[in-house]
């Protein structure tokens, strides 16, 4: 029988007398439908933004521009590269007109579906993972290009670089267009069938399009104009080859699907559960998540059901937890007690349940709620790489002082419950690490007991003020800084540059704020590179030579990657 054959038998039993409810709620919906694209055809189209594009789409745009400027000149040219494209350098009003006027119509801006379908060029990749286009061919667009002219861009999901696409041009931004992809005309040979039967219509990834070797490979070029971006000298740094996921699939330990509830259009067995539909705000229905752990995806089958059981409790929708749990067999045993290697993987529904995390051989417990990194598989390197690092420049400052004992202190800044201060304080006389939750605070504590760790201590207060507590010599001290994805704060590193630890090593999981991050460090005058630095009369006392760029690959088949820096002081 045919797809469309049972889907129409389907309707038909669905509207059927014997199913008024779903009768009902059937044509509700269908309503309501009409309405919106009514509404969507009315509406008067919404004005682009700068401030709420999306500014990765932005800054590969501007890459792309000066690479092909570039590639486009005459060896004899003696023209330097411009700093604008397609308007004068600060016209506002010029960069305003053009970015304010794209040149196709878009379904929310009203266009008719035939009308905003379209074929693009995918010439680059945003650091998200998402395909830079335009209506002209690679020579097309450096001909226009290096005549000083500015295309209007197509952002494309799912795509790769030499691409030739189908699209659907959806909903207009500042300079360029976000679009659904139809389809593939001309195929990179880089593409790989997706392992995934949602991808393609599910958000939460973005590259399982592209074999895994190569998602390394972009990931480490993300990694390197991330601090090309942020200042051209950062082009000199050695980055090491990405530390890849011992697991590519079936590593996520957390999972937090959702729903909307619409009462009146919809009955408990239609809700979507899962995960945000790509380029939409609307919920696709996941029944499995291939990326989740075996006991993460027996969680989430669990959760939906329950959900569903329970939906006539809702008012508007949920967000769920699938959490990964390790648990110990028999009744009223202590988990602190049991080795790791008697531990097996369970999981919980409940936010306000604890759980415990294996990293090696040691275990963490928090709330199933809190922040703990989500992939298990790859943390033993992970924490193993910065506790080497400590070790090495700790053996290198005994080696240039043999009076001293090297590193003796370790503060760790946004500590968490505990996670690096405890896997890394072997070595140190004393372990100090802060957050500024209350939980989180307990949470360290307990963990560094119960994996007989006894030279930390856990503080409740603000990272910013946290050299206010600290009563070691800067000479002798390390500080592991692990801040949100948003990067830290300038008076966070000020008070770092003035305390001026021996080594700092910049854990980051939001890598453009990372190399924000250290840019100000260099406008400070904190930071040299092959010894230079920034040209300033009061510079800082403590200068930092990078030592190590490392990135890490928490996130396979996502545009995610973390990144690990070493900085030294110098003298």
């Known amino acids: 029988m045919s797809e469309d054959a049972t889907t129409s038998i389907g309707a038909k039993r669905a509207i059927s007398p014997a199913n008024p409810a779903a009768a009902e709620a059937l044509a509700a919906g269908a309503t309501q439908k009409r309405m919106r694209a009514q509404t969507a055809r009315s509406r008067k189209p919404r004005q682009a933004r700068k401030a709420a594009a999306d500014h990765s789409v932005l800054d590969a745009v501007e890459l792309l521009l000066k690479e092909v400027w570039l590639s486009g000149r005459t060896s004899s040219s003696t023209a330097e590269l411009p700093t604008s494209f397609g308007w004068p350098a600060g016209d506002q ?23 905003c379908e379209l074929e693009v060029y995918i010439h680059e990749l945003s650091e998200r993972g998402m395909g830079i286009a335009t209506r002209e061919s690679p020579g097309e667009l450096c001909e226009l290009v290096t005549r000083g002219g500015r295309p209007w861009i197509f952002a494309v999901p799912f795509t790769l670089s030499g691409e030739r696409a189908r699209v659907r041009s959806v909903r207009h931004e500042w300079g360029y267009t976000q679009t659904d992809l139809l389809g593939i005309s001309e195929q990179s040979p880089l593409r790989v069938e997706a392992p995934c039967k949602y991808y393609g219509e599910c958000s939460g990834c973005q590259l399982q399009h592209i074999g895994y070797e190569d998602q390394l490979r972009f990931k480490h070029q993300v990694v390197q104009r991330a601090f090309a971006h942020a200042n051209p000298l950062f082009e000199r740094l050695t980055v090491s080859p990405v530390i890849q996921s011992p697991l590519q699939l079936g590593y996520r330990t957390k999972l937090t699907p959702h729903f909307d509830v619409n009462k009146h259009s919809q009955l408990p067995e239609q809700v979507p559960i899962g995960f945000t539909r790509s380029g939409q705000r609307r919920v696709l229905d996941i029944e499995d998540c291939i990326i989740g752990t075996d006991a993460v995806r027996r969680g989430l089958a669990d959760a939906r059901e ?12 949920a967000t769920l937890l699938v959490r990964e749990t390790n648990v110990a067999t028999g009744e009223d045993v202590d988990i602190a007690t049991v080795p790791t290697f008697k531990l097996k993987k369970d999981y919980t529904l409940d936010p ?3 759980v415990t995390d294996v990293v090696g051989d040691l275990k963490f417990r928090y709330p199933a709620s809190s922040f703990f990194q989500n992939n298990a598989s790859i943390l033993p390197a992970f924490t193993g790489y910065v506790r080497d690092e400590l070790s090495r420049w700790g053996r ?4 240039s002082d043999g009076s001293s004992n090297g590193l003796q202190t370790l503060i760790d800044a946004y500590c968490g419950s505990g996670l690096f201060g405890i896997a890394c304080h072997k070595g140190f006389e004393s372990v100090l690490g802060i957050e500024i939750s209350n939980e989180s605070i307990s949470c360290a504590d307990y963990n560094a007991k119960m994996n007989g760790v006894f ?30 994805r948003k990067g830290s704060n300038p008076d966070f590193l000020d008070q770092l540059i003035a305390y001026g630890p021996r080594v700092i090593i910049y854990i980051a999981c939001g890598v453009p704020a990372q190399a924000r991050d250290i840019q100000h460090m260099y406008t400070r005058g904190a930071i040299t590179i092959d010894g ?23 996130f396979p088949q996502t545009f995610h990657v973390e990144n690990i820096i070493t900085l030294v002081r110098e003298g």
């Open 396 to 399: 290198v400052l005994y080696a």
């Open 306 to 317: 329950d959900a569903r059981s329970r939906m006539s409790t809702f008012k508007r929708g």
């Open 93 to 115: 009003q010029s960069e305003t007109l053009f970015c304010r006027n794209p040149p196709v119509p878009a379904k929310l801006a009203g266009g008719e579906p035939a009308e």
């Open 352 to 354: 306000k349940s604890w």
């Open 532 to 554: 230079q630095t920034t040209n300033i009369e009061a510079k800082s006392e403590a200068v930092y030579r990078i030592e190590g760029v490392q990135p890490f690959d928490l």
């Open 455 to 484: 030279n930390a201590k856990f503080l409740l207060g603000d990272a910013s003020k946290i050299f206010d507590k600290v009563g070691a010599s800067a000479d002798r001290t390390a500080v592991i800084i692990d801040p949100p």
